[in-house]
């Protein structure tokens, strides 16, 4: 563990010239960060009414109601929503969209695509990233695909990769390809068999991989393609051996850390990066939450399974999650193979299984959890608008967090990438204006 986060910060000299070519030496110039390299997001589920409202769409999905599940992933109205913006944007600059397809389409051939476009779009015009999940998962599968033959079944789930990942081709920079493929193949809910599941019994869960992986990738070759799971265990691990010797080509690893159970502590968790990290992928932790209520009883097996009438968040609770949510974003931080972190849900209205997981209460009031994840994010990993002076060769120094940041002098601007590790990296930024 590198408490230093050398491996994380960057010291790059930046020659500034006009737009003439000259160089702006002996001029004062402010220097300011506007992202992380490392990608710091949020589900952005609350914000898409909003989005689709403003655009002049419909507050639900197409069909929401005719189906079996509807508008699922839930979200808050564009009113509550917009009392959630600034925060949102606060803290976050990566956006996870819901494309859970009982929900995307909930009736064939009507799909959720203008109102995710619009948010997808929303999110962009202010500077954050999309990122879609999933692509293929068995729950929440649309129940009219248990109605097709099983060549109309495959031949339906290619087309659905395919035409999320073409419509969202430059708005949705990654996507969770295939979500929870070590169960795939035995999965079935308490009421009926679901279309992905058989689809994954037939295939194999290699080659459902391979499916989803390589119809993503044909469709949008730009995109990064993530294989996610909440199992932690040694089964995940030889999955994902199965499917690199197979060929699929995957950008990146997930790893879900839903902590409903309790905080998983620096050890744990440096494990589980190790030992995912041996694959020489990127690691995105994609589904991160913690509690600031009372815990989930330890003997529940699957999460879904623990219902109650009420989950408060609690003073107590929300001390407890404040200070774990700095360790764990400390310790994720401190590993190199670590490119993206997902806390999933800003706000614990409407939060999953109705646990109080929010950064944020359900009445829109910061958590200390909320304070201590800005604090850290946007104040201690963070470069303010700080003023410098270009030296006599229109030199400046800039020493910070690697990410993207702006430079401005005399109402002109540009921006510039500092990477990381580069002690005396020369980037030339084309200053506009005389």
């Given at each position: 563990?590198d408490?230093?986060?050398?491996h994380?910060?960057?010291?790059a000299?930046v020659?500034l010239?006009?737009?003439?070519?000259?160089?702006?030496?002996?001029?004062d110039v402010?220097?300011e960060?506007?992202?992380?390299?490392?990608?710091l997001?949020?589900?952005g589920f609350?914000?898409?009414a909003l989005a689709a409202?403003r655009?002049?769409?419909?507050t639900?999905a197409?069909g929401?109601g005719?189906?079996?599940?509807g508008?699922?992933?839930g979200g808050?109205?564009?009113?509550a929503?917009?009392?959630?913006?600034?925060?949102?944007?606060?803290?976050?600059?990566?956006?996870?969209l819901?494309?859970?397809w009982a929900?995307?389409e909930?009736?064939?051939g009507?799909p959720?695509?203008?109102?995710l476009?619009?948010a997808?779009?929303?999110?962009r015009?202010?500077?954050v990233a999309?990122?879609g999940?999933p692509?293929?998962?068995?729950t929440l599968?649309p129940?009219?695909?248990r109605?097709l033959p099983?060549?109309?079944?495959?031949?339906t789930v290619?087309?659905?990769?395919?035409?999320?990942a073409?419509?969202?081709?430059?708005?949705v920079s990654?996507?969770?390809?295939?979500n929870e493929?070590v169960i795939?193949?035995?999965f079935?809910?308490?009421?009926h068999e679901?279309g992905?599941?058989?689809?994954?019994?037939?295939?194999g869960?290699?080659e459902?991989?391979?499916?989803?992986?390589?119809?993503?990738?044909?469709?949008?070759?730009a995109?990064?393609?993530v294989?996610?799971?909440?199992?932690m265990?040694p089964?995940?691990?030889?999955l994902?051996e199965?499917?690199?010797d197979?060929?699929?080509?995957?950008?990146?690893i997930?790893?879900?850390?839903?902590m409903?159970q309790?905080?998983w502590?620096?050890e744990?968790?440096?494990?589980?990066?190790?030992r995912?990290?041996?694959?020489?992928?990127?690691?995105h932790?994609t589904?991160t939450?913690?509690l600031s209520?009372?815990?989930m009883?330890?003997e529940?097996e699957?999460?879904?399974d623990?219902?109650?009438?009420s989950?408060?968040?609690?003073?107590?609770?929300e001390e407890r999650?404040?200070?774990?949510?700095v360790?764990h974003?400390?310790?994720?931080m401190s590993h190199?193979s670590?490119?993206a972190v997902?806390?999933w849900g800003?706000?614990d209205?409407g939060?999953w299984?109705?646990a109080p997981?929010g950064?944020v209460?359900?009445d829109g009031?910061?958590?200390?959890a909320?304070d201590a994840?800005?604090?850290?994010?946007r104040g201690?990993?963070?470069?303010?608008?700080?003023?410098?002076?270009t030296?006599?060769r229109g030199r400046?120094?800039?020493?910070?967090?690697?990410?993207g940041y702006?430079v401005s002098?005399g109402?002109?601007?540009a921006?510039f990438d500092?990477?990381?590790?580069?002690?005396e990296l020369e980037?030339?930024?084309e200053?506009?204006g005389g």
């Open positions: 563990m408490s230093s986060f050398e994380r910060r960057g010291t000299t020659t010239r006009r737009a003439d070519g000259s160089l702006l030496d002996l001029a402010v220097v960060q506007r992202r992380h390299a490392v990608a997001g949020g589900i609350d914000l898409v409202a655009a002049g769409l419909g639900s197409p929401a005719d189906g079996e599940t508008d699922v992933f808050s109205g564009p009113e929503a917009a009392d959630l913006v600034d925060l949102w944007l606060g803290v976050f600059d990566t956006a996870t819901p494309f859970y929900g995307f909930p009736v064939p009507r959720d695509t203008a109102r476009l619009a997808a779009r929303w999110f015009e202010r500077d999309v990122k999940h692509l293929v998962w068995h599968a129940g009219w695909l109605e099983d060549d109309r079944l495959e031949a290619r087309a659905r990769v395919g035409r999320e073409a419509d969202f081709a430059g708005l990654t996507w969770d390809a295939v493929a795939m193949p035995v079935a809910n308490e009421q679901n992905i599941t058989r689809l994954c019994r037939r295939l869960r290699v459902t991989v391979r499916l989803a992986f390589e119809e993503a990738r044909a469709a949008d070759p995109a990064t393609l294989l996610n799971d909440f199992d265990s089964a995940y691990d030889r994902v199965e499917v690199l197979a060929g699929v080509q995957v950008d990146a997930g790893l879900q850390s839903h409903h309790g905080y502590g620096e744990r968790t440096l494990e589980v990066l190790e995912f990290a041996r694959h020489g992928l990127p690691l932790l589904e939450t913690l209520g009372a815990l009883p330890p529940v699957d999460l879904n623990h219902r109650v009438d989950w408060p968040s609690t003073p107590e609770g999650q404040a200070d774990e949510v360790r974003y400390r310790t994720l190199p670590v490119e997902t806390y800003l706000t209205r939060a299984l109705g997981a950064l209460r359900a009031s910061p958590k200390p909320y994840l800005r604090s850290l994010v201690e990993w963070w470069l303010p608008p700080t003023t410098l002076r030296d006599e400046v120094r800039v020493s910070g967090w690697a990410g702006a002098s109402g002109a601007s921006t500092l990477p990381a590790g580069a002690s980037v030339a930024v200053v506009g």
